[in-house]
């Protein structure tokens, strides 16, 4: 099940299970009944790809960290495919995930790597992230909102994959 969970400091919480949008951009909102994070013990299994549903590519009001967990005695290699809003832009991005460790990308989309991703964007400032790993993983994102507007209200979205 896709599960978005949005936190507003300025307001209410809520968590967002089978839409393609947070509830601030449009999605819809229920009443948070339990973790933000379900659980870091359903790992992806090797070969095995997962979809981020929903990251923002917004430099200027948004962070948008990719969280990995490794919990191999081995480093992971995983592989992310970004994907833009029109369908056909894409990154490649490799990283090397240290045994038993957690490791976070902080505010992706600002690397140079993204100017294509961004500009085939335009105004739909959406995009997702497939990954795959060599080795048992997790991955959720947490975006940010780092806009000053009032009604950003500093929100925080964790996007979790669509786990089988």
């Not at 948070?32 to 981020?52: C, D, M, R, T, W």
């Not at 991005?93 to 902080?106: C, E, H």
């Not at 105004?123 to 993983?137: E, M, S």
């Amino acid at each position: 099940m896709r599960i978005m969970t949005t936190l507003n400091f300025s307001g209410h919480a809520c968590a967002d299970s089978g839409g393609d949008l947070p509830a601030f951009f449009g999605g819809h909102c229920d009443s948070i009944g339990g973790p933000i994070i379900s659980s870091f013990g359903e790992y992806v299994q090797p070969g095995h790809a997962i979809v981020l549903p929903w990251l923002t590519t917004v430099r200027t009001d948004f962070r948008n960290n990719l969280i990995i967990t490794n919990p191999n005695g081995t480093a992971l290699t995983l592989s992310v495919l970004y994907r833009g809003s029109d369908g056909q832009t894409t990154v490649m991005k490799n990283y090397s995930v240290p045994a038993r460790g957690l490791f976070v990308i902080v505010d992706l989309f600002q690397s140079t790597d993204f100017d294509a991703l961004l500009r085939a964007n335009g105004k739909n400032q959406n995009a997702t992230a497939t990954l795959t790993g060599d080795g048992p993983f997790y991955a959720v994102a947490a975006v940010r909102s780092t806009s000053p507007r009032p009604e950003s209200g500093g929100r925080l979205v964790i996007v979790q994959p669509d786990l089988p």
